[in-house]
Structures are given as structure tokens and as C-alpha cells.
């Protein structure tokens, strides 16, 4: 067997443990092992940040393995492409001949490729009597390190997927917040909201696409807190702003207990879901106190239009709500599983919404259905729904 062609010349011979250890590597490889040479620098180029290679280091590696002719790099066959720097320059761009080199040294030195240097340094071909002996670079690399790199770009894809997530969320928390603070204010709501916007403010100064990971989770998690922060400001005063007018009556009231017929050609009837709201169990009953009355008649204007005598009360908009319903084609048993999931004022507020948006949606007691399973669920609140068509509507009257 002819000696192994040494990795370095003897000008340049640092690292001997690492030279071995690569060595070892490229021949431990089973015969016949394949990898596809694109792929193999793709997973490379998503992951060059953790390998610690620049962009200019990979335009020479996709140089480098244009030399070799086949797609496929297969162990057991030639691997070793000996291009001069000349040549390597014209497909890298044009890169300068010290650049190149430097990014050579990069790529040897991070075990993406292997020298295989002749006696003077230089890369050649030399056919002898029995064999071909080749001085240049080794791809061998490569393909023995293929999973690993394949490895390491999914690991960086579920990173910057979960980054963007957080992003996502950054928008979406800064947004909902900055308009529902403004809204407080402007309306003149109890609570302490140049304080909430203090907060906001502090958790607002900062670009988020320029935070680092664990600052980036750590503002999610201060705009989540700060949100339900919100939350329980906005229950609190809407509770408190409803019992000061008819709360009292309100509270007493409840949905008609005589069920209607249902529509067939609403899906998913069940007979213990056709009762109303009065035959469900005490617990299950929620009261109308939670919205000023005054906001969701600016709010959704359309909803009154239903009224014969006009809306005063929230026993109006009750009394309202079920002439809605049917009107809509939503079943009783649609609207009855609505309150109990919901509660009373966020299904009526639901509703009214509906009929606000009607032109836009196809089928209301499919809708109202979806909402009902988000409520169920904890993910619905009829607060930011009732504040965009608040706004929507304050929008339209600023314009005229």
C-alpha cells in the first residue's frame, strides 16, 4: 500500500493530533457511502454561523466541489480535485488570491475539507506505472460529516422558526397593547394607565429583531405578563362601570327558558344542547355586567336596527339578541351553547358583532359555533373584538 500523501506541507505543520484524528476519519469511512454534494454544502451554508465560516469561505467551497464532476461524492472513488488558485479564483467571483487563501485555511481548519499536499505544496496529478496519485484537496470530508451538517441545519431551521415566532408574538402583544392603552386613556378609564404605559413603554424601546435569544423571551414573557395585566384592569373596571346603572337588574335576568325549534340544516343538534341559557345549571349562568352598554351600541350600530321600541337596557339587547338570532339562521341550541361557554354579555356582544361584520361572514352559526369552541377552550374574549369595531366606527365618524 503506497505511504498516505501528507495533509500539510512540512512549511506549514500545526495541529498534528487534529491531522491524524482527520485522517482516521476518511479512512474509518465505509465504501461505498454516498452524499449528495449540494445538499451536503446547503446544510453547510445554514449552519455556517455555528461552524464559523463566512460567506466568502462558502463561494470557495461551492468552487471547490464544482471541480469535482460527479453529483454525488462516494467514498471508494476519487475525491481529491486539484484546481489551481487561478481557476478557483474565476468561480469564486473573482475572489483575490490572498482572500482565497485565507478561506482555504478556513475550511481546512474547520474539517470541512482535507489537504492532501504533494512534497512542494502544489496540487497535481501524477499517473505512475500501477496508479493515479492525485495532490489537492480531499472532499472525503464531507461525506463522512454529512449527517452531522444535516444535523445542525435542522437545529438551526427550529431556532430561527421559533425566533420568529417570538417576533410574531413582539408585534402582535406591542400592537393589541398600544391600541387598548390608548383607548383607556382616551376614554378616561379607572385604573392606574400611565403606569401600564410606563411599563409598556420601558418593555417598547428596544428593536426585537436585534435581541439576542433569551432577551427575546425574556420581553415575550414581560408583554405577556403586562397583557393579562390589562386584562384584569379593563374586568375590573368594566365590572365596576356596569354595576354603578342596572347591574342589579340586569344580573336577575336571564335568557327565555322556553325553547324554539331548532334549524336542521344547522349540523351538530344535540337535544340537551337546545335549552336556553335559564335551563342551564346556576353555576353555568353568567350576568350582563361586563361592557358599558353605550360602547357596544356605537360599537355595532347595526344590532340596534333590530330593536322595535330601541335599546335602553341590557334586557333589551337579551330580548334583541334572540329576534338576531333567529334572523341570522343561528339554531337555539347554537346560541344557547354560545352563553354557556361564553357567558351572557360576551355571547350578546358576539352576536352583535356578527351582525356588524354579516357581509363578511357566510355562515353566522357556523361562526358563532367556531367562537363558542375558542371559549371554551380559554382563548376567546369579546373585548378586542368589541374594541376594533368601536374603533372602526369612531374611524368612519373622524372621516365624515
Not at 463566512?54 to 469535482?68: D, K
Not at 479564483?89 to 504533494?118: K, P
Not at 358583532?353 to 358563532?368: C, D, E, F, N, T
Request: charge should be positive; charged fraction near 25%; proline fraction near 5%.
Amino acid at each position: 500500500m503506497p505511504a498516505q500523501p501528507s495533509l500539510t506541507p512540512p512549511q506549514r505543520r500545526t495541529g498534528v493530533l487534529e491531522r491524524r484524528a482527520t485522517i482516521w476519519i476518511i479512512d474509518d469511512l465505509t465504501k461505498g457511502t454516498i452524499a449528495h454534494k449540494y445538499q451536503v454544502v446547503d446544510a453547510i451554508c445554514v449552519a455556517k454561523d455555528r461552524l464559523g465560516l463566512s460567506n466568502g469561505a462558502i463561494a470557495v467551497l461551492r468552487a471547490l466541489i464544482s471541480f469535482h464532476p460527479n453529483v454525488t461524492l462516494q467514498t471508494g472513488e476519487p475525491l481529491v480535485i486539484h484546481p489551481s488558485n487561478k481557476l478557483l479564483q474565476a468561480r469564486a467571483n473573482g475572489m483575490a488570491e490572498a482572500t482565497l487563501r485565507r478561506h482555504l485555511a478556513t475550511l481546512v481548519s474547520s474539517g470541512i475539507i482535507a489537504r492532501r499536499d504533494s512534497p512542494n505544496g502544489k496540487r497535481y496529478v501524477r499517473q505512475g506505472a500501477d496508479e493515479k496519485q492525485i495532490y489537492g484537496f480531499d472532499l472525503s470530508l464531507l461525506v463522512a460529516r454529512a449527517p452531522e451538517f444535516e444535523t445542525l441545519k435542522k437545529a438551526v431551521e427550529a431556532e430561527a422558526r421559533e425566533r420568529r415566532r417570538l417576533l410574531d408574538l413582539v408585534t402582535i402583544y406591542r400592537r393589541d397593547l398600544r391600541e387598548t392603552i390608548t383607548e383607556a386613556l382616551l376614554l378616561h378609564l379607572p385604573g392606574d394607565w400611565e403606569g401600564i404605559q410606563a411599563t409598556f413603554a420601558s418593555l417598547s424601546h428596544e428593536r426585537a429583531d436585534r435581541l439576542g435569544s433569551d432577551r427575546l423571551r425574556a420581553l415575550v414573557d414581560g408583554l405577556d405578563q403586562l397583557g393579562r395585566h390589562v386584562d384584569d384592569t379593563l374586568r375590573k373596571t368594566m365590572s365596576s362601570t356596569d354595576s354603578n346603572g342596572d347591574g342589579a337588574q340586569i344580573e336577575r335576568h336571564h335568557l327565555e327558558s322556553k325553547p324554539k325549534p331548532f334549524l336542521e340544516s344547522e349540523p351538530g343538534f344535540r337535544e340537551s344542547q337546545g335549552r336556553s341559557a335559564a335551563d342551564q345549571p346556576e353555576a353555568k349562568r353568567s350576568p350582563l355586567r361586563e361592557f358599558p352598554l353605550s360602547m357596544v351600541l356605537q360599537a355595532c350600530p347595526d344590532f340596534a336596527l333590530f330593536a322595535r321600541h330601541g335599546i335602553s337596557s341590557w334586557r333589551d339587547v337579551l330580548s334583541v339578541a334572540d329576534r338576531v338570532r333567529g334572523a341570522f339562521g343561528i339554531s337555539p341550541s347554537a346560541w344557547a351553547e354560545a352563553v354557556e361557554a361564553m357567558g351572557a354579555a360576551d355571547a350578546c356582544v358576539a352576536l352583535a358583532a356578527i351582525v356588524q361584520r354579516s357581509a363578511m361572514i357566510k355562515s353566522p352559526g357556523g361562526y358563532l359555533r367556531n367562537l363558542t369552541e375558542k371559549a371554551r377552550a380559554g382563548k376567546f374574549s369579546a373585548w378586542p373584538m368589541l374594541m376594533a369595531l368601536w374603533r372602526l366606527q369612531n374611524g368612519k365618524k373622524g372621516r365624515e
